[in-house]
């Protein structure tokens, strides 16, 4: 569905636009208890729970009502529906259920935007909001000026107007080269920075899934290191996770219970259980790359073997093979239609793809094309399937009712990458600084689709050395559709950028800086209220601290801004469950050390000249003191740059030290983990370092540091 309110409105939306969509303003609120049989539901996949807040409101004709409901955490729907208040730091789910005031019919097609901010004159509430003339230091509700107000300032982006809870949210995440991930917003109006954080990976990243449920990144790694499991909400790596030799693709079965990670080194495959990270079980698939794909709604999982001869059919529940299917060695790619009930395998060698009957398990027929295919997949309709070949610069279109040629396009530089929007294919080019827009309302008829070619970039992704994103020779995703679904977002790993594309135009509209690294996947962790069902409108959200929040919401159709309100409860997590702080609810105990630095936060460090940062980190709940060697410390520059990584030294009583050079001016960040303890990088607060230029400013360091 595509929304009149975009959500990269910090993007798109200026404020004087604003003024024209809130025709309408806010009505009065009432506050009303939900049952637990109210007919309101939280989105698909949670559990049935009573609402723990809401509130309704009546306005022109709608009737809106706003409720938190818990979501089940592997506790049970009973346990959950014990809940009795939305609690500080909580993830739940926001809702809101629109009908008409007189039918109390289901309004469905709508674009709401939600925010929640601490009520104003609440203890820890945000500065400078806009409350309006009704708005005191008793916390009174903002009245109507107050209410257009503040969301037109939320529409703004800027950090200093920041609700304590955005529904309109969406993050965008790059793999880089230097073993690192990078968080952007870039809904927020910034000039200088829009990275909100840096997650540093144990070694290099190969590729990366995303979770259903958008709390979780998985990242295969290289040198032995396994799969990286990183906590989206906190921003850093909570396990690696030991599979085979040489893991790459990594595939969320679509149900999100299991992880699919093939390992191109040993001819397996490791499913791992998506909430334990347990290795429920290694399945034997052939050597080579491996490619995977699901069917029947993830019953099945189809794993290819670049250098083996068949496709392996895996039962996903049993975790059981059903079946080996004869396709040839060399595939390199593999791509299912539910629709058709077919899957697709491109042989890149002999330039052929194999049609597989997904009901008989068979092969159905072969389509002869060029050598050197790579990528292959189907638009979201399911009926056209689109094989690329970066050999032959040329895009292939299969007709899966046909199973034949529909269209063969040519005019690419080195195609190897592609994804959809409702109404465009973006093929991204290897060999040139452009993407090419397919029309897919050609798709059906007897003409070729037009292509419209549009300049990205300065240099040619083959410029960073990189070679096609699909395949043995890489995994990336370098171009993602945008969440509104009119445009899309292409990583450039040769200009260090981030181009944002929209429809219509015939350049990049905006970009966005990757901070020196070089970006050769790009994914969007979307958190935007979504219609669940006609009239219900809903996602999850992590609650912030204690207290009575306003909740602002911006309809398009009808124009209206309204206010509801809901009070978060004291934080609590499941008994033995888990810490809360502003990260949330921890997923088990809180972090096994604590860290205290010995220098003062006005440590000033000069460029060029040795420091030596002493710390004292202590064991909790045990009687076995850390060790040196259980340590692992790492200096970074930030955004980008330096990046320094080693063991402390230790100087007895708990104390360690740690000595480095800065080798320029500016803000640097210090960590600490110890993996063995279960504390991995980022599940401490880093220790900010300022660092100036040498004999600016500086003079030697006091307390811990010399």
């Keep these: 569905m595509r929304r009149t309110f975009p959500r990269a409105h910090g993007l798109c939306l200026s404020l004087a636009c604003l003024g024209v969509c809130l025709a309408l303003g806010c009505g009065r609120r009432a506050s009303v208890a939900v049952s637990q049989g109210d007919s309101a539901a939280p989105a698909p996949a949670q559990p049935e729970a009573p609402a723990l807040q809401a509130s309704r409101v009546e306005r022109d004709g709608l009737s809106i009502a706003f409720a938190l409901r818990p979501i089940e955490r592997g506790r049970g729907a009973a346990a959950a529906a014990e809940s009795t208040a939305a609690a500080a730091f909580a993830d739940v789910v926001a809702e809101f259920t629109i009908t008409d005031a007189k039918t ?12 929640m901010s601490r009520r104003a004159g609440d203890a820890g509430a945000a500065d400078g909001l806009p409350g309006g003339a009704a708005a005191s230091a008793a916390g009174a509700a903002p009245d109507e000026a107050g209410c257009r107000e503040r969301i037109k300032r939320f529409m703004g982006g800027l950090l200093s107007a920041r609700p304590e809870v955005d529904m309109n949210a969406y993050l965008l995440w790059t793999l880089n080269q230097d073993s690192t991930l990078s968080a952007i917003n870039p809904q927020v109006a910034l000039g200088r920075t829009k990275l909100r954080s840096i997650v540093s990976l144990a070694g290099p990243g190969v590729a990366l899934a995303l979770h259903p449920d958008r709390d979780t990144l998985y990242v295969s790694l290289r040198g032995g290191r396994g799969l990286a499991v990183v906590d989206t909400r906190r921003g850093f790596v909570r396990s690696n996770v030991p599979v085979g030799q040489d893991p790459a693709r990594v595939a969320v079965a679509p149900d999100g219970r299991t992880v699919w990670v093939g390992n191109d080194g040993d001819g397996t495959v490791s499913v791992i259980d998506a909430r334990s990270t347990d290795v429920m079980k290694t399945l034997q698939v052939g050597p080579g790359h491996h490619e995977i794909t699901f069917t029947g709604g993830g019953r099945a ?55 597989l009957d997904a009901a008989r398990r068979a092969v159905a027929g072969r389509v002869a094309l060029k050598p050197g295919l790579g990528a292959l997949q189907f638009e979201p309709g399911g009926r056209f399937a689109f094989a690329l070949n970066p050999a032959a610069d040329e895009v292939a279109i299969l007709d899966a009712s046909t199973g034949a040629v529909a269209h063969a396009l040519t005019g690419f530089a080195a195609p190897d990458a592609v994804t959809f929007t409702g109404a465009f294919a973006y093929v991204r080019n290897l060999g040139a600084g452009k993407i090419s827009l397919i029309d897919r309302a050609g798709l059906g008829g007897p003409a070729a689709p037009p292509v419209v070619h549009v300049a990205v970039g ?15 020779s890489g995994l990336a995703a370098p171009i993602v559709p945008m969440p509104e679904g009119n445009g899309a977002l292409i990583a450039s790993p040769a200009d260090k950028a981030l181009y944002f594309y929209v429809e219509g135009m015939m350049a990049p509209i905006g970009t966005f800086s990757t901070y020196g690294r070089e970006p050769s996947s790009i994914l969007v962790e979307d958190r935007a209220l979504k219609e669940v069902r006609k009239g219900v409108y809903a996602t999850t959200v992590r609650l912030g601290a204690e207290g009575l929040y306003d909740v602002e919401l911006l309809l398009d159709r009808p124009r209206a801004a309204v206010c509801l ?29 604590a860290l205290s630095p010995l220098f003062g936060p006005d440590l000033q460090l000069s460029a060029g000249e040795p420091a030596t940062l002493r710390f004292r980190a202590t064991a909790k709940d045990t009687a076995a003191a850390l060790d040196a060697k259980e340590m692992e410390i790492m200096i970074v520059r930030f955004p980008a740059g330096y990046r320094w990584s080693g063991a402390p030294r230790p100087e007895g009583d708990g104390i360690f030290s740690v000595a480095f050079t800065p080798p320029a001016s500016g803000q640097y960040r210090f960590l600490a983990a110890a993996p063995q303890r279960g504390v991995p990088f980022g599940a401490l607060p880093f220790v900010p370092l300022r660092v100036s230029a040498r004999g600016v400013g500086g003079g030697a360091p006091a307390g811990g540091a010399r």
């Design 301 to 355: 999982a189809w794993i290819t073997s670049q250098r083996g001869d068949a496709v392996t059919v895996v039962d996903v529940a049993a975790l059981e093979p059903l079946g080996a299917i004869p396709v040839g060695e060399g595939a390199v790619s593999i791509a299912a239609s539910d629709e058709a009930g077919v899957v697709y395998v491109a042989n890149g060698a002999r330039g052929e793809v194999v049609i």
């Design 104 to 115: 109390g019919a289901p309004l469905g097609g709508l674009s709401p935007l939600g925010w």
């Design 565 to 593: 309100e809901a009070t978060v409860a004291p934080a609590r997590c499941a008994e033995g469950g888990g810490y809360a702080d502003q990260g949330g609810c921890g997923e088990g105990p809180a972090p096994g050390i």
């Design 458 to 472: 300065q240099d040619a992704p083959a410029a960073a050395g990189r070679g096609p994103a699909t395949g043995p």
